[in-house]
């Protein structure tokens, strides 16, 4: 099980670092994610076969936990009286034949005190002493929390004074809940039965089912339950139900994991909300749309006059810095659509940055083929036949005119000789010409009034082509916003994929299968 939840953690940051380096999650909501505690009491040791049971005394300053120590150990091993409020030390109480793993890496060794013993009786258990948890020094709170993963069984001591201090153990049942507890009141001799029951229903309020609570005094000179403590430890130390406690607590550190991919998975959004989301844009982009033509039009008019006079220093802009502004705005208030919508806005709001610096290239390169394109091919279909069909009017005309005076001249020669009549007269030549003149004359007054005007014909290719360009630039952020959805989904996936991964039930540990002591140390 420590296996599958390793792989699931690892899979885990894999994920959180692509959908941190890609915006789809916060920093800090990162960091709940990818910091889990992935330590155990496993990792201090050589092999994970037949290890020791860790067994921490917590608590207040000033409770004796480490004369309950020193009286398990029949030796001064830990600190006590007036030093403990400022010893940031730890103290590992365990048989010589136990070897720890990799301490060195894992924790300042200076503040660590190892103390060793040769007794069989406690071959299988480790006993630490931790430094105060209510210290005002911060560095004795950051120790504890660093060693917590790896306890076992954690006894937190308290007296019949600071019983209802509660508030520190309050904190350690937040952060390791997956431990088993036994409860130390020590200084019995100070105590009253009135205060041990009133201490066991502040257990019960805290989720804990008829607890383990030993009253101790540690002097030899009154009788008090160490041994009973003492054996209610060695009773647990089997390898059954260390790894009972390993597998409970790893299955913990899972459904953490879990809860968190959910939190996470929430903060992806609703793929419902890219419907309305369209809607929006499509709304919002019509409105824009509509402004940027009318603030384009005056430049339109100016860049056709300058191409219709064969200008091509590029010197006319049609999207300057209003109509960039003004496209700003609409991108700006589709991201603040997107966040209302519940939408993560930095995946889209680093796409859309390409869309603020495209749509100026887009315009001028559309703008400018149409007007070329429409200079090439001025005027429309019509206009272009009855020009072609005017201009070889202009020339076949006159010629037919010409060839009709021809003949007349030529009928009126023969005639003259065979009759020895006037050949042609002054109405002839006056009329023959004007026939040439007039059959020139119409075709070439139509082809003149029909040319299409070169700075009509450049307006008319601007307008095509800034059509075209806003239709494109729509396009892109559309496409965007698709892609958006589509990132979106496979996010989603993913993390689902790992919550399934985490909710797989088949490692979970069934707890009434466990003695009925064991049961009495876990919280609910």
Known sequence: MAYDYSEIQSKIDHWVQHATAEGWIEKTLAQ?????????ANDLFTTANARPLLVSFMGGTG???SSLLNKLAGQSIAKAGVERPTSREVTLYYHQSVSLHLL???FPVHQIKLAQHSEDANKHIIWMDMPDFDSTEQKNKDIVLQWLPFVDVLIYVVSPERYRDNKAWQMLLAEGASHAWVFVLNQWDKGVAAQYDDFKQQLALADFNDPL??????????TDEFSQLQSAIENIATEKTIDQLESRGLQQRKDETKNNLENCL?????????SLLADYQNSSWLQTQKVLKQGFEWSVQQAAKHYSEAKIDGSIEIWDAWAQSRFNDYLDDLIVAINQHGLPTTPIRKTLMDSRTNAKKILHIRAELGCRQS??????????MLLKIATISEIMLPLIAMSVVGYEVLQGYYNSSTSNTAFLGADFAVHSGLLILISWLFPFSIRKKMQPSLEKAALKGLHNGLDEAIRMINSEVIQTLKDFKMQQNEKIAELNLLIMACDNDKHKMDLTNTNQQLNRMLVR
């Open 104 to 106: 060195e890496e894992t």
């Open 32 to 40: 709940t994610l990818v910091k889990q505690k992935n330590n155990s």
């Open 63 to 65: 409770v004796g936990k």
């Open 266 to 274: 929430k903060t992806l959004g609703r793929q419902q909300e890219f």
């Open 375 to 384: 200079l090439v091919n001025p005027g429309n279909g019509i206009q272009r």
């Open 213 to 222: 609570v030993f009253k101790t005094v540690c002097t030899e000179q009154i």
